[in-house]
C-alpha cells in the first residue's frame, strides 16, 4: 500500500512510464507527475476530490500535477491503461505545465473534443506498444509519442494556471493530508482515534473532518476502512492465516465487524473471495 505522496519510480533519467494495470484499489493519493488514465474494455471509476468520475470504455482522464485522486475498491480487476511523466522530463517545454490544472479532465470519442480523445488515444497506444516491445530506439520513440500528447494538451485542452496564493494554500493541503495518511499506513493494525489525526493535521476534529471529506471525497472512516480491507485482501491471497489471525492483522476489533465491512466493499465474505480468486477467476463476484 503506498503512502499518499506517491514517489514516481520510474529512473530519473527516463521519468515516462506507461503501462496496463488490473490493480482493484488504490488509496488517495497525489504525485508531482502528470498522469493520463484510459478506460479499457470496461468502465473504471476514479474519485476526483469530491466527484467520482466513472470512465465508459475508451474515456481519457487527464489528472494534474497534484491532484489528488483515487481507485476506488472494486469486486473484481479492471484493466486501465496508465501513463505518467514528470515535468522535468519535458526539459524547456515544462513551464507551459508547471503550475497548471486541467480545467477539463475527461475526454470521450463522442464528445466536444472528440477528435483530441482520439488523436490522444492513438499516441496512447503507440508508446505502450513501444514500451511493450521495446525495439531499437523505444525510449526515443515514447519520447516522441510524448511531445504528441503535449502537443494536444497545450494546442486543445482547456487549462488554468495556478496564482501563487492557490499554490501555496494546495501545498498546505497536501502536507497536511500527507501527515494523516502516512500515519494510517503506519498505525492501520492498531486503535486510530479521530482527535488523535485530527491533532496531527493542526485541526480541530470538526475542520479535520470537513478538510479530510473535501480533499479526498472519503470520510475518514470510510478510508480506514478501505486501507484496511486492502490489506486484509493482501493477506488473504498471500498468506495461510486463518480468517481470525487476518482480522487483527487488518486492524479490525473482531471478526463480525470484519466480515460485515469485508462484505460492503467486495460484495461477498472473505471465504467467498478467495475461493473465487483462485478457482473462478472473479467469474461470479
Known amino acids: 500500500m503506498q503512502a499518499i505522496h506517491q514517489k514516481f519510480y520510474m529512473n530519473k533519467e527516463f521519468p515516462l512510464s506507461v503501462y496496463v494495470t488490473e490493480t482493484q484499489e488504490f488509496p488517495p493519493h497525489w504525485h508531482e507527475a502528470v498522469e493520463i488514465i484510459c478506460a479499457l474494455e470496461e468502465p473504471i471509476r476514479i474519485g476526483m476530490s469530491q466527484t467520482m468520475i466513472t470512465l465508459a470504455p475508451g474515456d481519457i482522464l487527464l489528472v ?7 481507485f476506488p475498491m472494486e469486486t473484481k480487476p479492471i484493466p486501465r491503461l496508465i501513463s505518467q511523466f514528470d515535468l522535468s522530463f519535458l526539459e524547456s517545454f515544462s513551464p507551459m505545465m508547471r503550475d497548471k490544472r486541467f480545467s477539463l479532465c475527461h475526454l470521450q470519442e463522442d464528445g466536444e473534443y472528440g477528435k483530441t480523445h482520439r488523436a490522444m488515444t492513438s499516441q496512447l497506444h503507440a508508446m505502450l506498444k513501444e514500451a511493450v516491445e521495446k525495439q531499437l530506439g523505444y525510449k526515443m520513440a515514447m519520447r516522441a ?9 497545450l494546442r486543445d485542452i482547456p487549462m488554468e494556471t495556478l496564482s501563487a496564493t492557490e499554490k501555496s494554500k494546495r501545498l498546505e493541503r497536501l ?4 501527515r494523516v495518511l502516512q500515519y494510517v499506513e503506519s498505525h492501520y493494525d492498531q486503535t486510530i482515534l479521530l482527535e488523535d489525526v485530527a491533532a496531527l493535521a493542526n485541526f480541530s ?9 473535501e480533499t479526498t471525497g ?22 495461510n492465516d486463518s480468517i481470525t489471525e487476518l482480522t487483527y492483522k487488518s486492524g479490525f476489533n473482531n471478526a463480525k465487524t470484519f466480515n460485515r465491512v469485508f462484505r460492503q466493499f467486495k460484495g461477498c465474505s472473505p471465504t467467498d473471495y478467495k475461493a473465487a480468486v483462485f478457482s473462478e477467476g472473479y467469474a461470479n463476484i
Open 64 to 70: 494534474s500535477s497534484g491532484e489528488v485522486h483515487s
Open 145 to 153: 509519442r510524448l511531445y504528441d500528447i503535449l502537443l494536444l494538451m
Open 175 to 178: 502536507d497536511r493530508l500527507d
Open 205 to 213: 476534529i470538526f475542520h479535520f473532518t470537513r478538510f479530510f471529506r
Open 218 to 239: 472519503l470520510t475518514f472512516c470510510q478510508y480506514v476502512n478501505q486501507f484496511r480491507i486492502a490489506k486484509s485482501v493482501d493477506y488473504l491471497l498471500n498468506t
